[in-house]
């Protein structure tokens, strides 16, 4: 392991940051432009990182394959001529539907090589989620495998489709063959630099609140990706890095693997599905040393009880965690059983990481806290008619535009929502700023729930109701209310061995009343099996808010 590099004062950092330092780090610019293999691959595989692992992947079977970074530069040369040789071309969407493999890295990494674009779709999506992606992006190619493929059959005018399996299972989907066709492929391919502004990614937004946007992400966005891997997720030469997220989705993409591979440092796959067995012996097995996750992999680490006092097993150095927020039981159980301290950070899709509390820069970081802007961006907080807020005030979470220059976001591809005003770009997060800096996350805008007069942010009712020790998970929402405007009313799945009853209902609302607020309570409970989510995990607090409408209605 290498030497552990001291973090620096977070003040003293960003009085004297400039963008062109990060620039400097990267083979391209952003006058002359980027090419995102190049950047994640390419110059290392022409350098001193040829023969070390750009990617370690364990599979569902236990199975581990070691692909080095001159492995992986053959590979996606193949890879991108089979590509041309099928007609795609510098700007062409090209989308994947696998689960977390070498062979998915390799698209990934390939698509960026051709300067086409590459989407991705979510191994759990349904088949209408597949279509609206695909019809909304005019996608040229999808690469799938037979598990998959299925998946794909009730749509109509499908683009063209090549199965990672066996030429019989290809035929009889009347797919092209993967295998076939990269067979005979040269390994030689010039990368070619794409414009800043030209994009590299296509996402979508997760659905939280409505159907999902397009963002298209610019290769200009590289040097926020290396901000965040270096000095939020603090990722140092000789670390062991393992970011649990999936690859359909933005942190996975983002984090997992254009971060990682940026700064040099080998990512990890694990192809097996979350359980907190298989996840510390993935964390044994491979030496990891720097973590990230989501809250909900933290919270069922916890409640499995299979990581408790695991920390002399480890070799965590530190830990990071994005989605939602952290409590406070969660952060203390990882640092008392894991042996790190886990740090948490906040993004959008359309953003990427914006602020955090910095691993590898020093600031006030209160448990709960969102952190400080990351370096790159200036943050405020907006009223209702756009005028900066001042600490201590609750408003709209924007990004001033001007003052960030690490800022990428061009807009929703397809003009499905305007999401500027003037100078800034707006979240849709509500937020309080105190006055040491850190940001406070209260919820989405739509979220927000005023009763009798209050503002209630549902995070901080959801995280009061998940300290009862039958709680499993929770979602609060404002239902209407002919008194108060609206009650809080909150959605409980219990913990197994746990029965719903009047005295569990009293239980919760004497514990948010005591803990949280005597206005923040909620003063309905309903217990149910699951909550609704996108597939990403987010809770869709919007379709319980209706269900709460419709029952004030009736």
Known sequence: MAEIAQAQDYAAFMQDFQLADVESKLEGSLKEGFNAYTECCGRHARGSKADQPALIHESAEGKVTQLTFAEMDRLTGQLANMMKSRGVQKGDRIAAMLPRTPELLALILASWRLGAVYQPLFTAFGYEAIEYRLKQAKTKLVFTDAENREKFKPITDLPEMILLGSQSEASDWGDQHYASLLEGQATDFEAEALDAEAPFLQMFTSGTVGKSKGVAVPVKALPAFYIYMRYAIDLQEGDKFWNMADPGWAYGLYYAITGPL??????????????????????????????????????????????????????????????????????NWVSDNLGCRVMDHYGQTETGMTCCCHHALTHHSPVGSMGMPMPGYRLVILDAEYRELEAGETGQLAVDMEASPAFFFQGYTWQEKKPFHDKYYLTGDVVEKHEDGTFWFAGRDDDIITTAGYRVGPTDVENTVLEHAAVAESAAVGKPDELRGFVIKSYVVLRDGHEPSDGLVKDIQALVRERLSAHAFPREIEFVEALPKTPSGKIQRFILRKQAEQEAED
């Open 262 to 331: 940026l700064l040099g440092v080998t990512t990890h796959f694990n192809e097996a599905g979350f359980t907190a067995e298989n996840t510390l012996e993935f964390l044994k097995k491979h030496g990891i040393t720097n973590l990230a996750s989501a809250p909900t992999a933290y919270r069922m680490m916890k409640s499995s009880g299979e990581l408790d006092q695991k920390a002399d097993e480890l070799q965590l150095r530190v830990a990071s965690s994005a989605g939602e927020p952290l409590n406070t039981e969660v952060v």
